[in-house]
Nanobody
């Protein structure tokens, strides 16, 4: 069992940066792929980025060059550094633990989310 708690969201202006954190409790954090998803009102939960247990990463195209995902296994924490934020990045951001990939339903554990709002 893994519990996940996100933090770091907020209201920022376009071009600003935010760092989201996801603190995990429970066992075997390092064995899970850890991912960020986001969901806007009325839309599906979309994949943003994943970092696998071996450290390999994958992003959606719109995040490439702006977002960085990394994990600290000793602290059991996942991060998402978001730079040059755009209004279209506005969403609730969720962290998830599971086997990896870009499909939400394959992830076993989810946090409750943190709101990111980017004003133009």
């Amino acid at each position: 069992q893994v519990q996940l708690v996100e933090s770091g969201g907020g209201l920022v202006q376009a071009g600003d940066s935010l760092r989201l954190s996801c603190a995990a409790s429970g066992r075997s954090f390092s064995s899970y792929a850890m991912a960020w998803f986001r969901q806007s009102p009325g839309k599906e939960r979309d994949f943003v980025a994943v970092v696998n247990g071996d450290g390999s990463v994958y992003f959606i195209e719109s995040a490439n060059g702006r977002f960085t995902i990394f994990r600290d296994n000793a602290k059991k924490t996942l991060y998402l550094q978001m730079n040059n934020l755009k209004p279209e990045d506005t969403a609730v951001y969720y962290c998830a633990a599971g086997v990896g990939g870009t499909i939400a339903k394959v992830y076993d554990y989810w946090g409750r989310g943190t709101q990111v709002t980017v004003s133009s």
